[in-house]
Nanobody, 116 residues
Framework: VQLQASGGGLVQAGGSLRLSCAASGRTFNMGWFRQAPGKAREFVAA????????TYADSVKGRFTISRDNAKNTVYLQMNSLKPEDPAVYYC?????????????WGQGTLVTVSS
């Protein structure tokens, strides 16, 4: 399984970005994580293989939306109202188990920068 994340960039605080994660192979439960410099990687959002279940970290709830298009084998993370605490490298990951504590496959990451 290969995961290719894209869509990162520089945006002003309050702005929006949409990240994409294209996956090869079978359909998995998917998640987005992020890691800021000097900080541990943290969970952002998860979506089940069907798209019927989603889970969000409290820090992004109401601002970020995870979705997927299984016909394109792609998962998205719509990020609105970006804040100065959101900049990080964002990673997508795939798991056989929904909202897993251990993801089986990881993408390479895409950098999100927020200017104030």
């Amino acid at each position: 399984v290969q995961l290719q994340a894209s869509g990162g960039g520089l945006v002003q605080a309050g702005g929006s970005l949409r990240l994409s994660c294209a996956a090869s192979g079978r359909t998995f439960n998917m998640g987005w994580f992020r890691q800021a410099p000097g900080k541990a990687r943290e969970f952002v959002a998860a979506i089940s293989w069907s798209g019927g279940s989603t889970t969000y970290a409290d820090s992004v709830k109401g601002r970020f939306t995870i979705s997927r298009d299984n016909a394109k084998n792609t998962v998205y993370l719509q990020m609105n109202s970006l804040k100065p605490e959101d900049p990080a490298v964002y990673y997508c990951a795939a798991s056989k188990v929904y909202y897993s504590t251990n993801y089986d496959y990881w993408g390479q990451g895409t950098l999100v920068t927020v200017s104030s």
